[in-house]
């Protein structure tokens, strides 16, 4: 059978792009697949567990002649990205990407990307703490929702193949406006990155004892910081491009954390329950659906 797209250039063949990539051979969706990065070693290593056919460390030689395009590089790149291959894009070929952060990303894009060329905001819901192509595995996206941010410009059929490309990849598909994403993002994905990476940091600075009192963490301690051990880099550029939106975030979660830290001073046991109650109710709804 003819596959959907005959070639895929993968910019940035790390845990979401290699994934993706996995997924979509898996399902006979594409038919050669490109893969573009920086490192040579980490591209050798995607030709060795075919994730990819071939690579290329130039981003315009990889997405010359490709049907579907998917940048996964960091998101503060993604523009220069944009700006490097458009020129090299042929005519209808779609671009999409897969950034936790949208608004920047969709403007940035829509201006860089030439006429009869279609691209459509994606970011897939998933993901581990572990990164490159040594992480990546095909059924990453399964039961979890890919988030696309079409606009005004959004040209239908484009959007319709890139909502069936997260689909075959086992994505519940959700469209969103990009400044409503950037918003929920910052409350329920990047606000806890930020309070785990403060967290671990705020416990290696206690140096009341002579050993280091990390040693004695246990399994609570270690499963809340997990996703302390991401990648420091794309944490950083997701901070700066979604800025206002974190802010916002941690001043809620500041005044959230003052009042309870009120409670406690003033060992006002029935507050304290009060709140550790409605946060048990909230999370047990989460984890039950």
Known sequence: MEPYFKKLTIIG?????????????KKGMVGEIVGVGRSISNLELAVK??????????????????????????????AEMMKKIAPYLKEGALVTDVGSVKGAVVKEAEKLIPSGVYFIGGHP?????????????????????????PTAKTEREALKKVKEIWEAAGSEVILMDAEKHDSILA????????IAYSLVNTVDDVKDFEESILS???????DFTRIA?????????????????IIDMITRFEKSLTKLKGYIKESNGHEIFKEFDRSKKARDSIVKK
């Open 49 to 78: 567990l075919d994730v990819i056919d071939k690579f290329t460390t130039d981003p315009a030689a990889g997405v010359m002649g490709a049907d579907l395009v998917v940048v996964a590089t960091p998101v503060a790149s993604m």
């Open 13 to 25: 063949v790390g845990l979401i792009g290699g994934s993706l990539a996995m997924a979509l051979r």
């Open 229 to 245: 051990s991401s990648s420091p880099e794309m944490w950083r550029d997701i901070c700066l491009l979604n800025r206002d939106a």
């Open 216 to 222: 004695y963490s246990a399994g609570g301690f270690r």
């Open 187 to 194: 409350a329920v994905s990047h606000l806890p990155h930020v």
């Open 125 to 149: 819901i998933a993901g581990t703490e572990e990164s490159g192509v040594c992480a990546a595995f095909p059924t990453l996206f399964e039961k979890n929702r890919c988030i696309l941010t």
